[in-house]
């Protein structure tokens, strides 16, 4: 009973609102203190900033072994992906190795801690979430993409190398110029480079932008809302059916307090004989 206590206790604080809120701003002062470290600062700031860094970890720690003691389910609690995240990217944060050759791995830890926002705030892991369903389907687009980009750029290299070898001087380099021109980076400048040479090479430009950047783009967006739609509709229903399963409970209680205060009401039974 005194566990159960315990662990509800725990259960309250993660789940409250205000403490949620102070790890997102330590999560974000963090990052703050990675853009400092950037600088060159005064040695007096450089250890204070060492010593905010041990702070943040410190409560990353603690907030690791809340999430813990409050969860129901502890020995699944590290078969989720986020939390083997997060606690890995705190336990590798308090080994000390800032002054050994292995300092640039701690600071490469420190800069993803970050990333723990994304276990912290749900709407952020369904975008996640809806992204990484996404990438099968994503997968047949992105491989439609590379058969195109493969044909304009052998058609590139094919006519335009002798123009420009910088730009079309072999498939690979014809690819890297057509992603250029799908991302409309100063692709007027290829397209007229070549247009004194081949008059219809407008043709092969414009072609090429429908294809990419108006047709598979807008596919690739197409299916991240649609998964995206999917996946808040599914947490939709999963937290209707939640919150019907507690306002069922919640009626049982109910029931139950009121035939408990009946019985009461009516106090012990009198028998005379």
Excluded: C
Aim: no cysteine; charged share 20%; proline share 3%.
């Amino acid at each position: 009973m005194e566990y159960k206590r315990i662990q509800d206790t725990f259960y309250r604080i993660r789940s409250n609102k205000v403490f949620e809120t102070f790890v997102i701003s330590v999560i974000i002062f963090s990052a703050l203190v990675i853009g400092v470290k950037t600088y060159d600062i005064p040695p007096l700031l450089t250890r204070v900033v060492s010593v905010l860094d041990w702070l943040i970890t410190a409560i990353f720690l603690i907030e690791i072994i809340i999430r813990y003691l409050g969860d129901d389910d502890k020995p699944g609690f590290f078969k989720k992906g986020w939390n083997i995240f997060d606690t890995l990217i705190v336990v590798v944060s308090l080994i000390p190795i800032d002054n050994s050759e292995l300092a640039i791995i701690g600071r490469l830890v420190r800069i993803f801690r970050v990333l723990r926002m994304i276990s912290i705030i749900p709407e952020l892991r369904m975008l996640l979430n809806s992204l990484l369903k996404a990438l099968p389907q994503l997968g047949y687009v992105a491989l439609m993409m590379f058969i195109i980009f493969y044909i304009y750029a052998a058609i590139g290299s094919t006519f335009f190398a002798k123009i420009n070898p910088t730009l079309w001087g072999d498939i690979a380099i014809s690819m890297l110029t057509l992603f250029r021109v799908m991302t409309f980076e100063d692709w007027t400048d290829v397209m007229y480079e070549t247009l004194e040479t081949y008059p219809l090479s407008w043709f092969f430009y414009l072609t090429f932008i429908f294809f990419t950047a108006f047709a598979f783009l807008n596919m690739v967006i197409g299916i991240v809302v649609s998964v995206m739609e999917r996946e808040h509709s599914a947490q939709t229903d999963n937290q209707i059916e939640q919150n019907h399963d507690e306002l069922i409970m919640l009626r049982q209680e109910i029931a139950e307090l009121k035939q408990l205060i009946i019985d009461q009401q009516k106090g012990p039974v009198d028998v005379r004989n």
